[in-house]
């Protein structure tokens, strides 16, 4: 099995490379994460945060497959200009169950904890809590404040109980720090902390990386002077699940104890990864273009009841080895809510003359004036490696509330969750008392399950399935076929067992 240096990038691969590690191995772009989860109105979703001396940035993420870790891209959007030379010292830790993302009780932080609400806590001695430190064992004798003994300074809200970012194992560097220093012109760009001299850390699948980046007070100017400010290049990150952005010396809002304390930011930012990978990795999602058609973009508001196309490019490749091609790319959508049911349809794939080869493409359905569309695409290979892209979102007409007409008829309104393990629910609406028949079948055609056969009054509607056979035997992992009849109508729907 060959062993390939990739470059895993959270958002977007910008084109240079400024750092020791460029060499001249060849690379393959590949999208690492699986928890961003964008709802910007537009597709360009970029900001910069702001990075002060002392501040401590953690970013969080998910191996996206068997990999060797061996250095980290820093996307500096502008150097401080107050004249001083400051470096950034570049860490990776390990944080397991005992560090972020999960609280102190282990289990995960929730949806809400984040932006104004998500101030944690901080280490400090037993005697002295106005002097912090990023964990509790940055020090000896140090105890956690969680905030939980008094209400929260931002939107009044009280403090995240039982947070506790502890940064978990160490693993790079294994020696003195790596540290991305400011260059003598104040250049802009992707500067990368090489641990090559410090050999790798190895990560499986799914597993959390945690890169932490220290702007050091040494060499540093005043951190009250906002010419010291870096910004880093980073994209907005609100509703993400685990908020995977922290930040230490918060300055948004001010803690219990003046600027102390982790913050969960609504931001991710982008970093580069080159690293060695060892196991099948994802497919690769690139959204070519959305609009009212294949030439037309989105307007600042979607026309009631227009359907709105999107195109992808979708591709498998297996750097280290393994069976390549696409299984199935779906096309996702949720109405007005990120907990509201998920319609999902199977994209298709048709040959693009503009830029000469292939694309996935399907139609998000239109609706009502006042809906907003959250859509996202998901790709599973032959070996089902599964991944997804952010989610984005769009306005249909105004946010008018004033009721309108709504189409009627038989509709299919997906199945949730999707993929799913151990069982899901599909969702239609029929437009009159009728018999029904709903089977799912293989992808081979055949029937593995009459999930109902009788009838059923207007309205909406859902049926269980537990991913078992008639017989009541468990299915594998895959894709399968549900089929509703109805009066001589028939709807399918695509969905994807995960064991």
Known sequence: MKNTIVCLVFAILL?????????????????????????????????NIGFFPGDIMMEVFQAPGDLSLRGVGLDIAQWNTDGSSPSLKVEVFRPGTAGYPYLSIGTMYELGAMGENGWIGYAHSVDNDSISYPDINSAADLIWNNFSNGAGICASVPEVVNGQPVLGIKVLPAGDDVLVT????GAAGLFFADFSSEGSAQFTKDEYIAVVVTYLSDSAGDPANEATMIDLNAGDASYIYPAPGLKYYGTGCSGPSAEHGWHIMNSTWKFQYAVTIWGDIPP?????????????????????????????????????????????????????????????????????????????HRKIDGYGNGNIIYWWISAQDVEGNISMTNKRSYIIGTLSTEPETVPSGFALGGNYPNPFNPATNIYYTIDSFSELNITVYDVLGNQVRNLFQGKVSPGDHSIYWNGEDQSGTGLPSGVYFYRLESKGRNILGKMMLLK
């Open 15 to 47: 084109p240079r490379f400024l750092g020791a590690n460029q060499g001249n191995e060849s690379a393959t772009v590949v999208q690492s994460r699986g928890l961003v989860d964008t709802l910007n109105i537009d597709l360009d979703d970029t900001v």
């Open 284 to 360: 690769t999602i690139d959204i070519y273009h959305v609009g009212m058609s294949s030439t037309t973009g989105l307007p600042e508001s979607v026309p009631p009841y227009e359907e709105v196309s999107v195109f992808a490019i979708v591709n498998d490749a297996n750097p280290a080895g393994g069976d390549e091609g696409i299984e199935i790319v779906g096309l996702h959508w949720q109405r007005n809510s990120l907990t509201a049911n998920t319609n999902s349809v199977a994209m298709t794939e048709i040959y693009n003359l503009v830029i000469q080869q292939y694309v996935y």
């Open 182 to 185: 400011r260059p003598s012109d």
